[in-house]
């Protein structure tokens, strides 16, 4: 047997690992609540490894606890491919999301054992550390240390709402590795990933090309007020910083309905107070809010309305504003001769595929910051994600595995030139 134009993954035996990863975090029926660095993480990293063991390749855990999984190649010393993603979730998550995409790797990787064909580069399985950011934010942290946007140190002292750090999490757990967190030199990577949008689904598509980002820009703000009895203290009198922060939330709403006619999204995703109890103004709020647009310009004017809703609502509740992080992210990020390269994959398998901007963040966008870096998309029916009515059939998902598996090779094989 050997590597041919006609070869295809294993779909029954991607599936199988799909179910099994869907026994681990169970929460609401359907779904998983597989928070990073939590018990059930660690559970469902320790079959991952246990799989990439038995699939013969060798596995390294860096300093912040992404897992890499290397083939060998005929020549090692060249900079390896990279298919990766993640496998943690939302508190309310999806079987699918991110996890697709790791186990969409794991599936390249033995179909290539079956064949017993030795790629010219090695292959390097990734997953990434704290994707979702749904317990430590903010999200994507360990790919991010890996391009250099974060330090280690940095990462690792986040705290999440029970002020529990995510060094210590990652102690307790057993993942936190020697490999250096920063990266190598890396030849390309791809991510295949679901939809998490409706459009795939809605015009029965195979697969979406995913050709770049919406530009997107987000914030962390911490209001700062004072506490005072809800009673006797006058109204000109208060600073109350859960107000403050309640107000910037609906300011940023109507920054997205402002723009909603031409696909603009604003998103109030949080708002925590303290003391947040009855009969008392909280002293302090932390909210996280984002703005995205397909038009990197009108992204960046909803950016700077938000920012400013910021300021404002904290003088209207007596408050002060403080930035505690702000991220960009999006655009015309992915490299165009992978683009070019699934393209003409999904051409030549005869998929109905089409091109599509990716509306959420993902790993791949730090990654294109390193390397040149391409995503591939499958159908999720309705476009349903964080939330565990989440779904993709075998058949929603063969497509993108299949072109997956022939791209990758495709740059694997890929002549070294001196």
């Not at 990577?189 to 820009?217: C, K, M, N, W």
Request: contains cysteine; aromatic residues 8%.
């Amino acid at each position: 047997m050997t590597f041919t134009a006609d070869s295809r993954m294993n779909l029954d035996r991607f599936w199988d690992t799909i179910e099994q990863s869907g026994e681990i975090g169970v929460r609401r029926p359907g779904g998983l609540s597989r928070l990073t660095l939590s018990d059930a993480d660690r559970e469902m990293r320790n079959l991952f490894v246990s799989w990439c063991e038995e699939a013969r390749l060798t596995v390294e855990v860096d300093e912040l606890g992404s897992i890499f999984a290397r083939r060998e190649g005929q020549r090692d010393d060249l900079p390896p491919v990279m298919i990766g993603s993640h496998l943690d979730t939302q508190v309310n998550g999806g079987r699918f999301d991110g996890i697709a995409g790791v186990l969409a790797g794991l599936e390249v990787v033995r179909t290539l054992n079956d064949l017993g064909h030795v790629t010219q580069r090695p292959l390097v399985l990734v997953n990434w550390t704290n994707e979702e950011g749904a317990r430590f934010s903010p999200p994507m942290v360990a790919s991010g240390a890996f391009v250099g946007k974060y330090e280690p140190d940095w990462v690792r002292n986040l705290v999440d709402d029970e002020g529990i750090r995510f060094g210590d999490e990652l102690e307790r757990i057993g993942y936190r590795g020697t490999r250096a967190a920063r990266g190598g030199q890396v030849d390309a990577y791809f991510e295949l990933h679901i939809e998490q949008g409706p459009i795939l689904d809605a015009e029965r598509r195979a697969v979406g090309i995913v050709t770049g980002g919406y530009p997107s820009h987000g914030m962390r703000i911490r209001f700062e007020g004072e506490t005072a009895h809800t009673g006797p203290t006058p109204m000109n009198l208060r600073h109350n910083a859960l107000i403050a922060g309640a107000r910037w939330l609906t300011a940023v709403d109507d920054i997205g309905w402002d723009f909603a006619v031409h696909d603009g999204k604003a998103t109030g995703s949080r708002l925590t107070a303290w003391p947040n109890k009855p009969g008392i103004l909280s002293e302090t709020a932390e909210c996280v809010a984002d703005v995205r647009h397909p038009d990197p310009v009108t992204a960046g004017v909803m950016a700077e309305r938000m920012r400013r809703a910021a300021f404002a609502a904290a003088a209207i509740a007596g408050c002060t504003a403080v930035v505690e992080d702000e991220w960009t992210w999006g655009g015309a990020i992915f490299d165009q001769s992978l683009i070019n390269l699934i393209r003409s994959e999904a051409i030549r398998q005869n998929y109905n595929w089409r091109d599509i901007q990716s509306q959420a963040g993902h790993d791949a966008y730090h990654m294109a910051m390193h390397c040149p870096t391409a995503m591939i998309f499958t159908p999720c029916r309705g476009g349903i994600t964080h939330n565990n009515e989440e779904y993709c059939s075998l058949e929603d998902l063969e497509a993108g595995l299949n072109i997956l598996l022939h791209c990758a090779v495709s740059r694997l094989d890929r002549p070294y030139i001196t």
